[in-house]
């Protein structure tokens, strides 16, 4: 299984948390920022599906611009808090949120 990060944090800061909890050794792409344009755009999702060389996956999130992302870039399932509905109110969403992509060869 392969897994990626896609954050609207700076990669400074992405790389900061992941190396302070010894989770960097995990990810295989991580999409920041800098890398393309901030969720709901699909482009973050994309890129990270394209990083880690495959074609499909899964996407967990916690709000709803990750839901937005996901149906963007075509995903079969997204989650927000344990639901699948890609109609949560936009008024919680944070570009700082971070996404779990898994990708599936």
């Known amino acids: 299984m392969k897994l990626a990060i896609v954050t609207g944090r ?3 800061d992405a790389e ?9 050794q995990y990810f295989e792409s991580v999409v920041c920022m800098e890398d393309a344009r901030l969720k709901p755009s699909p482009e ?4 990270a599906l394209k990083q880690l060389g495959v074609k499909q996956g ?13 149906v963007a870039a075509a995903f079969q399932e997204a989650y927000r808090n344990g639901s699948n509905s890609a109609e949560a109110s936009s008024s919680s969403s944070s570009s700082s949120s971070s996404t779990l992509v898994v990708g599936l060869g």
Do not use: C, E, Q, W
């Open 44 to 47: 973050p999702v994309l890129l």
């Open 58 to 70: 899964y996407m967990t999130g916690d709000t709803p611009d990750d839901i937005r992302a996901a």
């Open 10 to 12: 700076p990669r400074s």
């Open 16 to 24: 900061k948390f992941l190396n302070k909890h010894n989770l960097a």
